[in-house]
């Protein structure tokens, strides 16, 4: 067990803790006590997420830390006070992003009277009214925090159109022409408002809006959403279900480290391996539709199961020769030197910092930072016997790439041993599972999967068979915070493509 | 090039019903679009989309599909568009941006709504979202599908050129 300074350990929290759920501890709090604890776990535990919720009296902050020792999460729950007594973003900087959404959403003071981006709605957007504290003021439309572009440097706007097939964002990259010397972002031009939508609904229609969270990981954040559901219900998945539910994540995360090498061909103008690597991507998608009916895997994925079995023997014939390909395909990329010569030492984040920031999936793993919970936080015993996580050095672009095909090798291993080994699989489709139609009191629920980009978070809570508080959290939210670091690292203008294709986040699940 | 001139029929006549008007008006852009026939450029716009979307329209340039030698291009600035393919429910944020990429475009030019947010498949209107993006830009073709996979994003871009006939259309009767 790790121990910080104060000596303070996780197991002796858990101790003084209630549990809802296995794995999960609450710790309610004083807003004092609050403020005197985060410092204290920030040395030993990753910060996972930092939320505001309604409770019986007033309005409550969460912040939710993850231990990997454990293999559990700490809830840190205190009443919502107008500031928090520390300055959150010295002790915790990751949760940086965290602390503008409360003081835009909820008119939080950040701690330390550290000037906050206006960060959900962009200064165009009057229209829409973001949720306010009672009697709170309206916020003007430009809040962001004053920077100062000075010298030979311009700001050069890229957004929030971008080129062919790109999602909308605004990048404000400042630059003296050639060298990048730093990076504004806005990244709320597209939020959707889904935990809004969720309030009141039921919960498959509810899991349909955490499928459409991030279309290119509608596997991973639904089956964060049903894990939460089920936990709040109290239904347990049969093991043949669970197993279907990673196979999908699996298949999922194939397709998208594909996606992320045509990205990456793109962006380094290396036109024969962009057309391989699509090849192999429409390739996947192909195999995902004859395997689970759709090329994205949407409608997979319900509360207490999965609606349909995977087509086994399709996937069975493809594996091999999917296989070989991808091989031939990283090799070829390695040896090619201008390709190489244009990842390495681009776009690099250091293991303190990917440590200091929360993050997690491929961008922590390159950076040598081992966080996987498909190894730490099992959901069952069962489906990923025998687990190797990837990792690598030292959080460039090019570790990035190697942690990319050492995760296609994983899961294309344990497809493999799924498929063949008889475990066993739903084969056929599934008679809807106990959540569709469950009613019952008010109960919470905290879910978790590794997806493609790393660890999504779905806090949820029902009464009635229907959300009355939803917050997602997906992969993206932790990993863009590392975005504009990366981009500072002695970069050039057209290091920006690369970095964000090796980075392969969307900014619809951090827009939400 | 020739000017092309106009089917009298396809013109609006005095006195002619709401719906024949309409159906006119259809018939003359699609004439008008006539001169893009062989080539076409297109401005991509994500008004708020899940990504799958995009990951198709990136598809179209792949080997799979190769919208090249179909004289279909992607273009970085809509100065250069005759096409804006656009993506996702209308978020509210991006009205801004999505009406000033379409004014920026020279006539003629078309508008083609991909997957099923921009038709209201998805999100309703409300604060956040607009549900259907024909509050902020005319759409011309409709490009059905939660995403539309890339063969059916070639459908739609040859519908919008007149290259190939419309078969079924949301109004009944128009054909």
């Known amino acids: 067990m790790n121990e910080g300074e104060s000596g303070l ?23 004092a006590g609050a403020g005197d604890l985060v410092a204290k776990l920030a040395p030993i535990a990753r910060f996972a997420d930092m939320f505001v919720r309604p409770a019986e009296q007033g309005l409550e902050r969460v912040l939710v830390f ?61 229209t829409a009214e973001p949720l306010r504290l009672p009697g709170g003021d309206r916020l003007s439309s430009e809040v962001r925090a004053p920077h100062v572009v000075q010298g030979e440097a311009i700001e050069f706007p890229w957004g929030p159109i971008r080129g062919a097939g790109q999602e909308s964002l605004y990048l404000g990259l400042v630059t003296t022409g050639e060298e990048l010397l730093d990076a504004y972002l806005a990244m709320f031009h597209k939020h959707r408002g889904l935990e809004h939508r969720m309030v009141g609904q039921t919960l498959a229609r509810a899991l349909f809006l955490a499928e459409r969270c991030e279309g290119l990981g509608a596997v991973g954040n639904a089956l964060a959403f049903a894990r939460a559901a089920e936990a709040a219900l109290g239904i347990a998945v049969e093991p043949a279900a669970e197993v279907t539910r990673c196979l999908a994540l699996e298949l999922e995360r194939i397709y998208n480290h594909i996606g992320s090498l045509a990205a990456l061909g793109a962006a380094t103008g290396l036109s024969v391996g962009q057309a391989e690597a699509e090849i192999l991507l429409e390739d996947c998608l192909r195999l995902n539709a004859r395997v689970f009916g759709h090329r994205y895997i949407f409608n997979l994925l319900e509360v207490g199961g999965v609606r349909r079995g995977a087509d086994l023997a399709a996937l069975d014939s493809a594996l091999d020769r999917l296989e070989a390909r991808f091989e031939s395909l990283v090799a070829d990329l390695l040896a ?35 966080t996987d919970l498909r190894r730490t936080h099992q959901v069952s015993s ?20 190697r942690v990319g095909a050492a995760e296609v090798r994983e899961s294309l291993r344990l497809v493999r041993h799924w498929v063949r080994s008889g475990t066993p699989l739903q084969d056929d489709w599934a ?75 969307t900014v619809a699940g951090f827009a939400r | 090039m ?73 273009t970085p600035t809509p100065r250069h568009a005759d096409c804006l393919l656009v993506t996702g429910p209308g978020c509210r944020a991006m009205d801004h941006a999505l009406l000033s990429a379409y004014e920026a475009m020279p006539a003629p030019k078309v508008v083609v709504a991909v997957g099923a947010c921009p038709l209201g498949g998805v999100f309703g209107a409300d604060r956040y979202t607009r549900g259907e993006i024909t509050d902020v830009v005319p759409v011309d073709v409709v490009v059905p599908g939660c995403p539309p996979s890339p063969l059916a994003l070639i459908h739609g871009l040859l519908l919008a050129l007149d290259r190939i006939e419309e078969r079924i259309t949301l109004q009944e009767g128009e054909q």
């Open chain 1, 9 to 31: 350990t996780l197991a002796q929290l858990a101790r003084n803790g209630t549990s809802s759920q296995p794995m999960v501890v609450n710790l309610h709090m004083s807003v």
């Open chain 1, 66 to 126: 993850a231990d990997a020792q454990s293999g559990g999460y700490l809830r840190l729950i205190c009443p919502l006070d107008k500031s928090f007594p520390v300055p959150l973003s010295r002790v915790l900087p990751a949760a940086y992003q965290e602390e503008c959404e409360l003081y835009e959403l909820w008119g939080v003071e950040p701690g330390g009277g550290k000037p906050v981006n206006r960060v959900i709605l962009p200064p165009s957007a009057e």
């Open chain 1, 336 to 370: 090619t030197n201008s390709y190489v010569d244009r990842l390495e030492g681009a776009g690099t984040i250091a293991a303190e910092a990917a440590h200091r920031l929360g993050l997690v999936g491929p961008v922590a793993r390159a950076a040598g930072v081992a």
């Open chain 1, 382 to 401: 069962t489906s990923y016997v025998g687990f190797r996580p990837a990792r690598e050095q030292p959080g460039d672009c090019l570790a990035r790439m």
């Open chain 1, 431 to 505: 008679t809807p599972g106990p959540g569709q139609d469950h009613v019952g009191g008010p109960a919470e629920g905290l879910g978790w999967a590794e997806t493609c980009r790393g660890e999504a978070l779905v806090h949820l809570e029902v009464a009635g068979g229907r959300v009355s508080f939803a917050r997602l959290r997906p992969a993206a939210t932790r990993n863009w915070r590392a975005f504009d670091d990366a981009l500072r690292a002695r970069n050039v203008f057209t290091d920006v493509p690369i970095v964000e294709a090796s980075f392969w986040l």
């Open chain 2, 2 to 74: 020739t000017p092309r001139v106009l089917d009298p029929g396809a013109l609006p006549l005095p006195g002619a019903a709401h719906g024949e008007i309409d159906a006119a008006a259809v018939r003359l852009k699609r004439r008008s679009m006539a001169v893009l026939r062989r080539s076409l450029h297109i401005r991509t716009v994500d008004t708020g989309s899940c990504g799958a979307c995009e990951s198709e329209i990136r598809l179209l340039s792949s080997p799979y599909y190769d919208f090249h030698r179909l004289g279909l291009f992607f």
